[in-house]
């Protein structure tokens, strides 16, 4: 009787289709790590696009890919950071709680190095009828 020197990665192929499916499901679930609460507007959906995402967390500081910095920080890597970047937009979340004058000087600094798609992201509000 004549063995068998296959190796079998039926199983392998299984496992890997899992973490696959996992994943692809977890992806979009995914947003960033800073918790924030955002204000509630009556906004409409957008569509997702590949863009750069600002937050501002309630204590006013500034999360930029993850990395927080203060404000003077910001102020003086974002230009370098949009050269080398080129986001196609950027998406400042702000905690409901932060001051308006530090979500006005944050997109002051973006307008000012060059970026003219910039969205506000806001929870929906619900509706209550």
């Known amino acids: 009787m004549p063995l068998n020197a296959d190796i079998n990665v039926t199983s392998l192929v299984d496992v890997a289709f899992v973490l696959l499916i996992i ?21 409409r959906a957008i569509e997702p696009k590949q863009g ?23 102020r003086a890597t974002f230009p370098a950071f949009v050269r ?22 944050v997109l002051a600094v973006i307008r000012g190095a060059g970026v003219r798609d910039v969205g506000l992201v806001a929870e929906p509000e619900t509706i209550n009828r």
Do not use: H
């Open 23 to 43: 994943f692809m499901i977890t992806a979009p679930i995914m947003q960033g790590g800073v918790d924030v609460r955002l204000p509630r507007a009556q906004v």
């Open 84 to 105: 080398t970047k080129r986001p196609t937009g950027v998406y400042l979340r702000a905690d409901g709680r932060v001051a308006y004058a530090r979500v006005v000087q």
């Open 52 to 74: 750069l995402v600002v937050t501002v967390d309630a204590d006013g500081k500034i999360y930029l890919d993850q990395a927080g910095l203060s404000y003077d920080d910001f």
